[in-house]
Nanobody, 120 residues
Framework: VQLQASGGGVVQAGGSLKLSCAASGRTIVMGWFRQAAGQEREFVAADKRGSTYLADSVKGRFTISRDNAKNTVTLQMNNLKPEDTAIYFC???????????????????WGQGTQVTVSS
């Protein structure tokens, strides 16, 4: 499965961005991770069979949604903060138990990453 992410950019604090990811095949789980400079990759959001999961740091601001017919997943990011600045990676997998959704090692497929920069 190949993943193609798009939608990153530069936005001021309080602004919004939408990231999209298209998969070449069907997977049970699709999600997003991010990696800030000098930091480890961290979980942002995931969708598993319609159930959604969000990192505490983005709850109330980010929304993940999925179009199964098109094999796409979208991350709507509102009220962005400078600490949201990172490279965002689309991820996917099919044999991920729910308790492992927040672990990057559990995902088999990764997109190329898209830069999100939030200025203060």
């Amino acid at each position: 499965v190949q993943l193609q992410a798009s939608g990153g950019g530069v936005v001021q604090a309080g602004g919004s961005l939408k990231l999209s990811c298209a998969a070449s095949g069907r997977t049970i789980v699709m999600g997003w991770f991010r990696q800030a400079a000098g930091q480890e990759r961290e979980f942002v959001a995931a969708d598993k069979r319609g159930s959604t999961y969000l990192a505490d740091s983005v709850k109330g601001r980010f929304t993940i949604s999925r179009d199964n017919a098109k094999n796409t997943v979208t991350l709507q990011m509102n009220n962005l903060k400078p600490e949201d600045t990172a490279i965002y990676f689309c991820s996917a997998g099919s044999t991920i138990i729910t308790s492992n959704l927040r672990s990057a090692n559990a995902y088999s497929y990764w997109g190329q990453g898209t830069q999100v920069t939030v200025s203060s």
